[in-house]
């Protein structure tokens, strides 16, 4: 059995969590990935291509939950 902060765990949940934004869930989405960029970056590294895409799919579901100007 695979443990939470195993790297394919985190890759499923980083896919889990575009699955939610997809479905308008995106409070969802952003819940499930905050610890998921957090560990992803302490175990594998910044500069890990999960770590990357936990982080951009992170910051753009934070920006589409910010209010548009006017």
């Known amino acids: 059995m695979l443990g ?7 890759f499923t949940h980083t896919n889990l969590a575009i699955s ?10 952003i819940a499930l990935l905050e610890p998921v960029a957090t560990a992803s970056e302490r175990l594998l590294g910044a500069q890990h291509p999960d ?20």
């Open 51 to 70: 770590t990357m895409t936990a982080a951009a799919v992170l910051r753009e579901l934070t920006r589409e939950k910010m209010p548009r100007p006017l």
């Open 4 to 10: 939470p902060e195993h790297p394919s765990t985190l």
């Open 20 to 29: 939610y934004s997809h479905a308008g869930r995106v409070e969802d989405a």
